[in-house]
């Protein structure tokens, strides 16, 4: 037959209107849609249904906001709306606004992470709790790592367990920093939650499932095998099952345990018996997250940082040297020492700043929030940006700069906010800053070092090496105790 077939074409040009007006219809539907929101803050909604959510997440160098960001900020200033997996969302980079965020947490907004992160971490952590239960969860944390512990047993551990690895160091000239600092920071970790020790021959299966369920959180939360997701949930439940098995030994024992007596599980078990053992795994899972691989890669950028500023690190070399009682081969780093180390402080701020670690932080409207003449109805998602206002430069000069003195003039800035804000503030920040500092103390008079190729950090969404950050060290002849 030549020619098209008289029905197919009959056919087919009603199909085709169809589509057509499908494909008009969603648009304007669409348009229509954020037209009606005329008092949310002005952007760029992206695409239809999936909005700006592959710009958004667009990997890029950590130590800048990424394009797409520094495009809506040049359109629309520092508060603009957006459409994230066909929702609206709301990005402010404003230090008013964000400030605002977060002193109104558990009124005006709650945390709004995506909900495959509570089946990785379970709903018992604190990002995921509020009111009471939030406030009770916390306390029982915060009464674990306290300053008292902090001060006396927490910075002893650390220091020994610091100067224990620089030795093992000493039997090597290149090493892969990412991987030796997160096994350096969970068997500190593990030891005092969990109360096993690195000789223990499952710490090494508990480190890699904590890095797959890591993994898990920053991937599509697909349940097919061999997917990131699926093998998050597997580590978590192998996780778990350790959990509950030493929970279970303290249960059946109320005297000591080998030494265990002073772990989170005994310290749950002891404060509040009637706990049950889901919300124990929680409380593990999300302390040892909490104080493990945003402390990790912390001391990674803070190594990338001062490998290209010889001048910062041999200034933090001298403080450390001229501070503490470096000549005498017996002492031990107490608290004041700590305290004192004024310049070190310094870098891990700078390092904090110019690196964010957690560059966003997802929040969600429990009510209609007025703010500037926007109307930001219930429901919203909100992204405050933190590694904007940490970019500004108008809150810090020369932002893209890695410069550590500049905190020794400013002391504190309202726009720093590494830690988050007002009641969620990070509850292991305290902890956190001094495994740091002890850690980069003994690094600093022991090593210098060198990056063998170039592996700058980058934001995927999660602060990352992509080669590991691999490092020639070179001992130096002084070494400390």
């Known amino acids: 037959m030549t020619g098209a077939d008289p029905i197919v074409l009959s056919l087919s040009v009603p199909l085709a209107t169809v589509i057509a007006i499908l494909v008009v219809s969603i648009f304007w539907i669409y348009g229509r849609k954020n037209g009606a929101d005329s008092k949310l803050p002005p952007g760029d909604k992206g695409w239809p249904i999936v909005g700006s959510t592959f710009s958004l997440f667009k990997p890029h160098p950590a130590t800048s906001?990424?394009?797409?960001?520094?495009?809506?900020?040049?359109?629309?200033?520092?508060?603009?709306?957006t459409r994230y997996l066909g929702k609206t969302l709301v990005v402010?980079?404003?230090?008013?606004?964000?400030?605002?965020?977060?002193?109104?947490?558990?009124?005006?907004?709650?945390?709004?992470?995506?909900?495959?992160?509570?089946?990785?971490?379970?709903?018992?952590?604190?990002?995921?709790?509020?009111?009471?239960?939030?406030?009770n969860m916390k306390s029982l944390v915060l009464g674990f790592f306290n300053s008292?512990?902090?001060?006396?047993?927490?910075?002893?551990?650390?220091?020994?367990?610091?100067?224990?690895?620089?030795?093992?160091?000493?039997?090597?000239?290149?090493?892969?920093?990412?991987?030796?600092?997160?096994?350096?920071?969970?068997?500190?970790?593990?030891?005092r939650i969990i109360g096993m020790t690195p000789d223990d021959p499952e710490v090494e299966e508990l480190r890699k499932a904590f890095n797959a369920a890591n993994a898990g959180l920053y991937s599509v939360p697909l349940s097919l095998p061999f997917t990131p997701f699926s093998k998050a949930l597997k580590a978590?439940?192998?996780?778990?099952?350790?959990?509950?098995?030493?929970?279970?030994?303290?249960?059946?024992?109320?005297d000591k345990i080998n030494g265990k007596e002073n772990d989170l599980i005994w310290y749950c078990l002891k404060n509040n018996p009637s706990i049950?053992?889901?919300?124990?795994?929680?409380a593990v899972i999300g302390s040892i997250f909490a104080v493990l691989f945003n402390t990790q890669i912390c001391v990674g950028l803070a190594m990338y940082?001062?490998?290209?500023?010889?001048?910062?690190?041999?200034?933090?070399?001298?403080?450390?040297?001229?501070?503490?009682?470096?000549?005498?081969t017996t002492a031990k780093l107490t608290w004041d020492d700590y305290k004192n180390m004024e310049f070190c402080q310094s870098v891990i701020n700078e390092t904090l700043r110019f690196g964010n670690i957690i560059p966003v932080l997802w929040r969600k409207t429990l009510s209609d929030v007025y703010f500037k003449g926007y109307t930001i109805p219930q429901g919203t998602a909100i992204m405050t940006h933190i590694a904007a206002m940490h970019l500004d430069p108008s809150a810090f000069e020369n932002p893209n700069n890695f410069y550590p003195w500049r905190w020794l003039a400013m002391g504190k800035s309202n726009n720093w906010m590494p830690f988050g804000g007002g009641v969620r503030h990070c509850c292991g920040s305290e902890i956190a800053r001094m495994e740091i500092a002890v850690f980069l103390r003994y690094l600093v008079l022991n090593y210098d070092w060198e990056l063998?190729?170039?592996?700058?950090?980058?934001?995927?969404?999660s602060v990352t090496f992509p080669k590991g950050l691999p490092i020639r060290i070179h001992p130096l002849e002084e070494k400390t105790p």
């Open 276 to 282: 049950s053992m889901k919300r124990i795994c929680d």
């Open 305 to 328: 940082f001062l490998g290209q500023c010889p001048e910062s690190l041999q200034q933090l070399r001298e403080e450390i040297k001229q501070k503490i009682n470096y000549t005498d």
């Open 65 to 81: 906001i990424g394009d797409f960001l520094h495009l809506q900020h040049s359109r629309y200033g520092k508060i603009f709306s």
């Open 148 to 191: 008292w512990q902090i001060q006396t047993r927490f910075l002893a551990e650390v220091e020994e367990a610091a100067n224990r690895v620089m030795n093992s160091w000493r039997q090597k000239s290149l090493i892969l920093a990412n991987e030796e600092l997160n096994k350096f920071f969970f068997n500190l970790a593990v030891e």
């Open 92 to 135: 402010s980079a404003d230090p008013e606004f964000n400030r605002f965020v977060f002193q109104n947490e558990m009124r005006l907004f709650q945390n709004n992470l995506p909900p495959h992160c509570k089946k990785i971490l379970g709903e018992g952590i604190l990002p995921f709790m509020a009111g009471e239960t939030y406030r």
């Open 452 to 461: 063998v190729e170039h592996d700058h950090p980058v934001a995927l969404p």
């Open 236 to 254: 978590r439940d192998f996780i778990c099952s350790i959990v509950k098995r030493e929970a279970e030994d303290r249960k059946l024992k109320s």
